[in-house]
C-alpha cells in the first residue's frame, strides 16, 4: 500500500444527516409509491408489485433507516455520512433502476466501517424481503460495466445461498475519507444477508474512484436484470424453490 496515497482522514465525527431525514419519512416515500399506477407490471406477477421493502436496524454502532423498491424509477435519496458511499449508493439505485432511501447515522467517529458494512446488511436483507418467493424471475445475471479506464464484471445469482468471490486489492486506502477496504465488506454483507452469490471482478483500471463506481455499477446492472421477469412461469430451479 503506497503511504503517498494516503490521504490525511477528513474529521468524520460529526457526520451531515439532515435533521427531516426522519424514519416515517421512508415509510411515506414507499407508501406513497404504492399509489402510483403500474398497470402493466401488476397484472403480471404478484411479487412484482409487492417487491418492495422497509428496514429498521439499531445496533450500539449504527442506526438505519433503509426503503428499497425493486421496480422503480432510478430515485434515490442516501445519507449515510459518508459522501463517496451515498455517491455509490445513488449510482447503485439509479442504474439498477431501484427506489432508495436510507437515513444511517453511524459510529463515524471509529471509521467508515460499522456505516457500510450494516447499510450492506440492511440492503441485503430488503432485497431478499422484496423478492418475497422469486417465481418468474431471471435469477442469474453477469454485467461488463466500462468506466472510463475501468472494466469490471458482476455477475450473481439468487439462488438462496450466499457466496462472495471479490478478490481485488485496491492500490489507495481511501477516495475522499471512505475507506476502500469496506468494498468488499459491503459486498460479502449484501450477500450474506440477501442470499445471493456475489462474483465481482476487476478486468480492468487504474483509478480507485472509477473501479469501485464501476463496482458498483456492474452490480446493479446485474440485479437490475437477474430480478426482472424471465417470461417463465413459477421459479427457476429443478428444486421448484430458491
Ligand atoms: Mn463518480
Same mark, same amino acid.
Request: charged residues 30%; aromatic residues 8%.
Given at each position: 500500500?503506497?503511504?503517498?496515497?494516503?490521504?490525511?482522514p477528513?474529521?468524520?465525527?460529526?457526520?451531515?444527516?439532515?435533521? $427531516? =431525514? /426522519?424514519? &416515517?419519512? *421512508? @415509510?411515506?416515500?414507499?407508501?406513497?409509491? %404504492?399509489?402510483?399506477? !403500474?398497470?402493466?407490471? $401488476? =397484472? /403480471?406477477? &404478484?411479487? *412484482? @408489485?409487492?417487491?418492495?421493502?422497509?428496514? %429498521?436496524?439499531?445496533? !450500539?454502532?449504527?442506526?438505519?433507516?433503509?426503503?428499497?423498491?425493486?421496480?422503480?424509477?432510478?430515485?434515490?435519496?442516501?445519507?449515510?455520512?459518508?459522501?463517496?458511499?451515498?455517491?455509490?449508493?445513488?449510482s447503485?439505485?439509479?442504474?439498477?433502476?431501484?427506489?432508495?432511501?436510507?437515513?444511517?447515522?453511524?459510529?463515524?467517529?471509529?471509521?467508515?466501517?460499522?456505516?457500510?458494512?450494516?447499510?450492506?446488511?440492511?440492503?441485503?436483507?430488503?432485497?431478499?424481503?422484496?423478492?418475497?418467493?422469486?417465481?418468474?424471475?431471471?435469477?442469474?445475471?453477469?454485467?461488463?460495466?466500462?468506466?472510463?479506464?475501468?472494466?469490471?464484471?458482476?455477475?450473481?445469482?439468487?439462488?438462496?445461498?450466499s457466496?462472495?468471490?471479490?478478490?481485488?486489492?485496491?492500490?489507495?486506502?481511501?477516495?475522499?475519507?471512505?475507506?476502500?477496504?469496506?468494498?468488499?465488506?459491503?459486498?460479502?454483507?449484501?450477500?450474506?444477508?440477501?442470499?445471493?452469490?456475489?462474483?465481482?471482478?476487476?478486468?480492468?483500471?487504474?483509478?480507485?474512484?472509477?473501479?469501485?463506481?464501476?463496482?458498483?455499477?456492474?452490480?446493479?446492472?446485474?440485479?437490475?436484470?437477474?430480478v426482472?421477469?424471465?417470461?417463465?412461469?413459477?421459479?427457476?430451479?429443478?428444486?421448484?424453490?430458491?
Amino acid at each position: 500500500m503506497a503511504k503517498k496515497n494516503i490521504k490525511k482522514p477528513v474529521p468524520v465525527s460529526k457526520p451531515e444527516v439532515k435533521e $427531516e =431525514k /426522519k424514519p &416515517e419519512a *421512508v @415509510k411515506e416515500v414507499v407508501a406513497a409509491k %404504492k399509489t402510483e399506477e !403500474k398497470p402493466e407490471m $401488476e =397484472k /403480471k406477477e &404478484e411479487n *412484482v @408489485k409487492v417487491a418492495e421493502s422497509v428496514l %429498521k436496524r439499531k445496533t !450500539k454502532e449504527t442506526d438505519i433507516t433503509l426503503g428499497l423498491r425493486l421496480y422503480g424509477e432510478g430515485k434515490a435519496d442516501c445519507n449515510t455520512g459518508v459522501g463517496f458511499f451515498d455517491h455509490m449508493l445513488e449510482s447503485f439505485a439509479k442504474h439498477g433502476n431501484f427506489d432508495l432511501k436510507i437515513v444511517a447515522k453511524g459510529d463515524l467517529n471509529v471509521d467508515t466501517h460499522h456505516t457500510v458494512e450494516d447499510v450492506g446488511i440492511v440492503l441485503g436483507q430488503a432485497i431478499k424481503e422484496a423478492l418475497s418467493d422469486k417465481a418468474g424471475i431471471n435469477r442469474y445475471a453477469s454485467f461488463i460495466m466500462p468506466m472510463d479506464d475501468a472494466l469490471v464484471l458482476a455477475s450473481i445469482d439468487l439462488c438462496g445461498r450466499s457466496y462472495l468471490n471479490f478478490n481485488y486489492e485496491f492500490k489507495t486506502e481511501r477516495v475522499g475519507y471512505f475507506e476502500t477496504e469496506t468494498v468488499k465488506e459491503f459486498f460479502r454483507a449484501v450477500s450474506d444477508n440477501a442470499g445471493m452469490n456475489i462474483h465481482i471482478k476487476v478486468l480492468d483500471g487504474e483509478n480507485t474512484h472509477h473501479i469501485i463506481e464501476a463496482m458498483f455499477k456492474a452490480f446493479a446492472n446485474a440485479l437490475r436484470i437477474s430480478v426482472s421477469k424471465s417470461g417463465r412461469e413459477g421459479v427457476l430451479s429443478t428444486k421448484g424453490t430458491i
